[in-house]
Structure formats: structure tokens, C-alpha cells
């Protein structure tokens, strides 16, 4: 999902101020610091890269397979996918 942010500039009488904000929501979920310093790149004229220096070290999340109350499985340790087939689903069978 994107967030729309307008291109603002302020002229002054020798020169020009361009600002671009981006919505805190953003910031917060990149977790920037106040007074952080970024590098524009200009990758294209539709794209322009933001890049971090001195970013944050990543932390790696591990998701964990939820297995339900019911399932057939629950407590086992993952395996190999049953080779267990339905009738006609095998290529030779015929209806």
C-alpha cells in the first residue's frame, strides 16, 4: 500500500526549498530517529530511493506453524506430505 504525499516548495528570493514529508506511520514503522540522516538516490524519473546508512540491524521474525484442536497431526513432527490418493485421481484410473 502506498501513501500519497505532496512535493511542497517554498522560493525564497536566491533560492528554492523543496521539501517531500512522508506520514508518521512510515516513520514509525521504519524506525526512524530524529535528526537520522538518509541519502536520496535517483533510480529513474518514477523512482527515488531512500536509503539508511545506518539502519537498525534487521531482526529475522520465525513464523510458527498453528496447528487446531482437531487437527490430525497436532503434537507430530512436520513430515513428508501423505502419498495417500483419492479414487480416479490417479493418472490410469478411468471413471
Known sequence: MGYPTKVQLIDRKQSQQWYINFPAAVAQAMEFNKGEVVEWLIEDKENL?????????????????ASTKNSKNSGKKPGLPSRKREPGSEPNDSP
Open 49 to 65: 530511493v531512500l536509503h539508511r546508512p545506518n539502519a537498525p540491524a534487521r531482526q529475522i521474525k520465525k513464523k510458527l506453524i
